[in-house]
C-alpha cells in the first residue's frame, strides 16, 4: 500500500519560511519523479516544483521561481519543498505526488500517487 504523507505546515508571516517533508512508502521512491502541488478553496489544484527520481532535474513554477526549492533524499524516502520569503497568495493546502512516467509534468494526471496535504497559512 503507498503512502505519502506530507508534514511542516503551518501558520507563518509574510517574508517567513516553511519546510515541507513529504515521506513515502510503499513503493520504490528512488524509481519516481515527484512533483508539489498547491490548492485554495474554489480553486483547480497547482503546480508548484517538480524533480527527477535522480534529484538531477528540477522545475518551478513561475511564480516561486527563486523562493522555493525541492530536493529529494531516496535513501530516506522522502521530498523536501523549502519555502523561503512566503507571501500570502502562497496560502493553500499543499501536497506531494508521485510519477512513475518519463519527464517532469506538471498535469496533475501525470500522477499516480497522492499524499493528504498540509496546509500552509501566509499572514500579511
Known amino acids: 500500500q503507498v503512502q505519502l504523507v506530507e508534514f511542516g505546515g503551518g501558520l507563518v508571516q509574510a517574508g517567513g519560511s516553511l519546510r515541507l517533508s513529504c515521506a513515502a512508502s510503499?513503493?520504490?521512491?528512488?524509481?519516481?519523479?515527484m512533483g508539489w502541488f498547491r490548492q485554495t478553496p474554489g480553486k483547480e489544484r497547482e503546480f508548484v516544483a517538480a524533480i527527477s527520481w535522480s534529484g538531477v532535474r528540477t522545475y518551478y513554477t513561475d511564480s516561486v521561481k527563486g523562493r522555493f526549492t525541492i530536493s529529494r533524499d531516496n535513501p530516506k524516502n522522502t521530498v523536501y519543498l523549502q519555502m523561503n520569503s512566503l507571501k500570502p497568495e502562497d496560502t493553500a493546502v499543499y501536497s506531494c505526488?508521485?510519477?512513475?512516467?518519463?519527464?517532469?509534468?506538471?498535469?496533475?494526471?501525470?500522477?499516480?500517487?497522492w499524499g493528504q496535504g498540509t496546509q500552509v497559512t501566509v499572514s500579511s
Open positions: 510503499g513503493l520504490t521512491f528512488s524509481r519516481y519523479d
Open positions: 505526488a508521485a510519477d512513475g512516467t518519463a519527464g517532469l509534468h506538471t498535469n496533475p494526471v501525470a500522477y499516480d500517487y
